[in-house]
């Protein structure tokens, strides 16, 4: 905590990325990001057609494309599957229902996939990472501070 305080109070900084790094979008563009983001958020469970968010941005689809790409350096999908897996993560935590409903719960409708895109996107299978998650907090509850 000291130092992140000290860190905080300091009147001295100093720029880590270039400026060609710097996000200078206009308005209407982080309007769209926002809404591309808000509307994902809402309605990941589901199959979402691109030419859907396509039309949330007001763009053709092949714009849509390669606008989302160019912003996130991820393709639409890849987005939208990080997003589920993130969800089926919360989940696991949980701990209330079954890996398989967690995969249709999170928007995967098809379970090899769904393990499949788990295991890319955060390196274990489901069940390991719930096991891990459990016998790390088992051992931070057990092991004194």
Do not use: W
């Amino acid at each position: 905590m000291e130092a992140l305080t000290s860190i905080g109070n300091c009147t001295k900084t100093r720029l880590l990325s270039s400026i060609g790094f710097k996000h200078n979008f206009e308005d209407s563009e982080n309007d769209r990001i926002h809404a591309i983001y808000e509307f994902s958020l809402a309605n990941f469970k589901r199959k979402i057609q691109t030419q859907e968010v396509a039309d949330i941005a007001h763009v053709s689809v092949n714009y849509f494309c390669r606008y989302f790409k160019s912003r996130t350096r991820k393709t639409y999908s890849q987005f939208i599957n990080e997003i589920r897996i993130g969800h089926a993560c919360k989940l696991l935590i949980e701990n209330k229902i079954n890996v398989k409903q967690i995969c249709y719960e999170s928007g995967f409708y098809n379970f090899a996939s769904f393990h499949k895109y788990f295991k890319s996107i955060t390196g274990k299978s489901p069940l390991s990472y719930q096991r891990e998650f459990f016998n790390d907090r088992k051992e931070t509850i057990i092991s004194p501070a």
